[in-house]
């Protein structure tokens, strides 16, 4: 004999089924059978379906807190990213005031280029202009030791000169006070 079961409902208002086991030499109807039957048959449907629905609820679970998750990581990425794009923003700023200002001194610089390409001119100039005049105070100081040698010899000359003149004097002299 099968037991015999009823729904019942429980504290939290769900149905609960109740069997009760009956002795096996009673005898059951057709219907009760039948219905036995069809109430085992809904609650083995029952605790499938149950068990299939609790098994989604677990895999919801999973699945919302896996996206929740990829949310949380996508705010991160997105904040980083918006991090990332204000300083290539002000790094671009940067840049530009870099290169205005490259652009400035570089004008600023052109004139010094030229007047430093015209200095440079005027140096090689006077540096020649410096050989050619030590060139000559060369030539000019040489010119000066001879004349200086040509003197020293003159002089040493009219000495010799005198000194000849002198003693002819002298001579002179002393041929007048011998004739006399």
Do not use: F
Not at 73 to 93: C, M, R, V
Not at 128 to 139: A, T, Y
């Amino acid at each position: 004999m099968q037991p015999a079961c009823m729904t019942e409902m429980d504290s939290n208002g769900d149905n609960v089924m109740s069997c009760l086991d009956l002795d096996d030499n009673a005898t059951w109807c057709e219907g009760c059978r039948k219905s036995q039957l069809e109430i085992n048959k809904l609650k083995a449907e029952h605790d499938l379906n149950y068990t299939a629905l609790k098994q989604k609820i677990i895999s919801t679970d999973k699945l919302i807190k896996q996206y929740s998750a990829k949310c949380q990581e996508t705010d991160a990425y997105k904040t980083q990213l918006e991090e990332a794009q204000k300083k290539i923003e002000n790094l671009l700023k940067d840049t530009e005031n870099l290169e205005n200002q490259l652009k400035k001194s570089l004008q600023e610089l052109e004139p010094l280029k030229k007047a430093n390409s015209r200095l440079q001119n005027i140096k090689t100039q006077q540096d020649k202009e410096i050989g050619e005049l030590q060139n000559k105070i060369q030539s000019l100081e040489g010119a000066c030791k001879q004349y200086g040698i040509a003197a020293k010899q003159r002089e040493s000359q009219l000495r010799k000169e005198e000194d000849m003149k002198k003693e002819n004097n002298r001579e002179v002299t002393d041929l007048k006070s011998r004739k006399l």
